[in-house]
C-alpha cells in the first residue's frame, strides 16, 4: 500500500482542524447530502422519482401542490467519483500546476472525507479497455486501491467521455448516490441539459471544474495536438481578453444551467486550494438545496 497518498491528503485536512469550516468536513458532514432518516428537514415540490412515502398530503392540500418531506441524511451514503481521463488532462492549468495531480488530490481529498464518514464509495472513469467502475466499499485498502487505479489511468481515455459515463449511470445504476464528478471545461460541455435532467432525478451532484491553461504565454504546447503553440499567437494580449471572456461566458451559462437541476460547481487551478474549494463545494450544494 502507498502510504504517500494517504499521508499528503490527511495533512491537507488537519490543517482545517481549528478552523470554523471545519464542521463542513467533519460534523456537518452529514447535513451536506439528503436521504431518508428520523430528522425533517423541509418540503419541497414532489419531482419524478420520488418515495410516495414522503409526500406531506396535508401540506399538499393546503398549497395546491403535491409536496414532498425532505431529511437530514443519517443513513451511508454512496459517492460515485466520476474522473475525467485522456491526454487533456496531462495539460496544465491557468496556474502553470498539472491537472491531473490536482484531479487526483481532489478525488483523494473527498474520498477520505467519505471514508471517515463512514460511507461507501466506488470510481468510475473511461479508460482505453472500456468503462472501469469499481466497487462501492469503504476502508483505507480500498481508498488506497483507488487511488492508485485514478492514476493509472489518467493519462489514456476510451471513447466513451463524460457525457457517456454520466448517461450510463442514469441508465444502468439504480441506487440513489452522490456523484462527485472531476473534470474540465471540455467535459463540462459534453454534459447536456438532457443528460442532467437523467441524472439527477435521483442522485446529488457535485461537479469540480479543473481550469485550463490558456494559450497566452510563452512555449505554451498543446498536449492534444503535439505541438507549440505558435508565438504571434501566444503572445497576443488582445486574444488572451478574447479567450478569457468567452471562458467567464461559458461558466456563466453552465452555472445557470445547473442551478436549475441543482447541480453545484467550483473551479480550481491550485493544488493549495483544495481544502477550500471542496469545502467551497459541500457549502454551495448545502445552500442550493435548502433554498
Known amino acids: 500500500?502507498?502510504?504517500?497518498?494517504?499521508?499528503?491528503?490527511?495533512?491537507?485536512?488537519?490543517?482545517?482542524?481549528?478552523?470554523?469550516?471545519?464542521?463542513?468536513l467533519d460534523g456537518d458532514f452529514t447535513s451536506v447530502f439528503r436521504g431518508r432518516s428520523l430528522d425533517f428537514d423541509?418540503?419541497?415540490?414532489?419531482?419524478?422519482g420520488d418515495n410516495i412515502?414522503?409526500?406531506?398530503w396535508k401540506s399538499s392540500s393546503k398549497t395546491g401542490k403535491t409536496l414532498v418531506r425532505r431529511f437530514i441524511a443519517e443513513k451511508k451514503h454512496n459517492v460515485l467519483f466520476v474522473v475525467d481521463t485522456g491526454e487533456k488532462m496531462l495539460a496544465d492549468t491557468s496556474e502553470y500546476e498539472e491537472k491531473s495531480e490536482i484531479a487526483i488530490d481532489v478525488f483523494g481529498t473527498i474520498a477520505y472525507l467519505v471514508d471517515k464518514h463512514g460511507d461507501d464509495f466506488a470510481l468510475m472513469q473511461d479508460t482505453v479497455g472500456g468503462i472501469d467502475f469499481s466497487y462501492f466499499k469503504s476502508g483505507a485498502a480500498h481508498f488506497e486501491n483507488l487511488m492508485v487505479r485514478c492514476r493509472h489511468n489518467m493519462g489514456s481515455a476510451g471513447k466513451t467521455g463524460m457525457a457517456g459515463l454520466l448517461d450510463y449511470i442514469a441508465e444502468?445504476?439504480?441506487?440513489?448516490?452522490?456523484?462527485?464528478?472531476?473534470?474540465?471545461?471540455?467535459?463540462m460541455q459534453q454534459i447536456t441539459e438532457k443528460i442532467l435532467r437523467k441524472v439527477t432525478v435521483n442522485n446529488d451532484l457535485l461537479i469540480m471544474n479543473i481550469e485550463d491553461a490558456y494559450m497566452y504565454g510563452y512555449d505554451v504546447y498543446d498536449v492534444e495536438r503535439k505541438r507549440y503553440e505558435d508565438e504571434y499567437t501566444a503572445h497576443r494580449e488582445k486574444l488572451y481578453q478574447a479567450?478569457?471572456?468567452?471562458?467567464?461566458?461559458?461558466?456563466?451559462?453552465?452555472?445557470?444551467?445547473?442551478?436549475?437541476?441543482?447541480?453545484?460547481?467550483?473551479?480550481?487551478?491550485?493544488?493549495?486550494?483544495?481544502?477550500?474549494?471542496?469545502?467551497e463545494l459541500f457549502e454551495r450544494h448545502r445552500h442550493e438545496n435548502i433554498s
Open 172 to 187: 444502468c445504476i439504480r441506487r440513489k448516490m452522490v456523484i462527485v464528478c472531476i473534470t474540465d471545461m471540455a467535459g
Open 42 to 48: 423541509d418540503l419541497r415540490e414532489y419531482a419524478y
Open 53 to 56: 412515502k414522503d409526500i406531506d
Open 1 to 24: 500500500m502507498d502510504y504517500d497518498n494517504l499521508s499528503k491528503i490527511r495533512a491537507q485536512v488537519s490543517l482545517y482542524t481549528n478552523r470554523k469550516t471545519s464542521n463542513v
Open 243 to 279: 479567450e478569457w471572456q468567452e471562458r467567464k461566458s461559458r461558466i456563466e451559462n453552465l452555472e445557470k444551467m445547473y442551478r436549475r437541476y441543482g447541480v453545484s460547481m467550483v473551479s480550481i487551478s491550485r493544488e493549495a486550494d483544495i481544502i477550500d474549494k471542496v469545502v
